[in-house]
């Protein structure tokens, strides 16, 4: 198609092109609105018991521990889970997950660290949030351990690897404008040229049956004569 058809297709299907201009202006302003965020963030580390064979925990990691932490995480991101995280207090959205400390050659979750995440409108309380989340790991580690009957001095234990911080997620309302703009303008092109196509089609199809019904050589079915 060229531009010139591009452009006929568009002055038919005026009305189409007000139609997409108005729906991209209505979801142009909540995106240029869009307030500021902050992601709080910490990572774990959860470790085994300090051994005779193995003084310094970050030597003697293994990867079933990796799997248990990765085990409470998931449990820790299911739909019942936030349930329970939105009644203790926690806003905005949340994260639990196991950090890859393997290479592109052996993808392997050797070390058992745990990033927890949180993104909320307001700092403080991302920040009160990601507590609570850390705590509630650290509190299922430990119920979990209980029910089995560890003992003290054979428990996995967890530590802070990258202490808790906030970083501003900032936006930029002219990026959302462009980007919304353009979305818009491409969506309402192609539905304007399918519906112009739809509507063509239909058009030669009808005057295509009317000719047919017009040619000096059609006639009607014969009817079937009654008995």
Avoid at 108 to 128: A, F, K, L
Avoid at 137 to 155: A, F
């Amino acid at each position: 198609m060229f531009l010139s058809d591009m452009a006929g297709v568009l002055e038919r299907r005026w009305y189409l092109i007000i139609a997409g201009a108005l729906l991209t202006a209505a979801a142009a302003s909540p995106a240029v609105h869009t307030q500021d965020r902050f992601l709080a963030s910490e990572v774990l580390l959860i470790q085994p018991p300090v051994s005779p064979y193995a003084p310094n925990p970050v030597t003697g990691l293994y990867p079933s521990i990796a799997v248990t932490a990765a085990a409470i995480a998931n449990r820790l991101n299911t739909p019942d889970a936030r349930e329970m995280f939105r009644g203790k207090g926690v806003t905005g959205t949340y994260r639990f997950e196991p950090r890859n400390t393997g290479t592109r050659q052996e993808p392997r979750y050797v070390i058992g660290s745990m990033s927890i995440t949180n993104i909320s409108p307001d700092e403080y309380d991302g920040m009160r949030s990601l507590a609570i989340l850390s705590s509630t790991y650290q509190d299922e580690l430990k119920s979990m351990q209980d029910h089995w009957n560890v003992k003290r001095d054979l428990r996995i234990t967890v530590a802070t690897l990258v202490p808790p911080s906030s970083t501003l997620l900032s936006h930029s309302p002219l990026r959302s404008l462009i980007g919304v703009g353009l979305l818009g303008t491409f969506v309402t092109s192609a539905v304007t040229l399918w519906t112009d196509a739809v509507l063509l089609r239909r058009r030669k199809r009808s005057k295509a049956r009317l000719s047919t019904q017009d040619s000096p050589n059609w006639s009607d079915p014969l009817a079937r004569s009654a008995h």
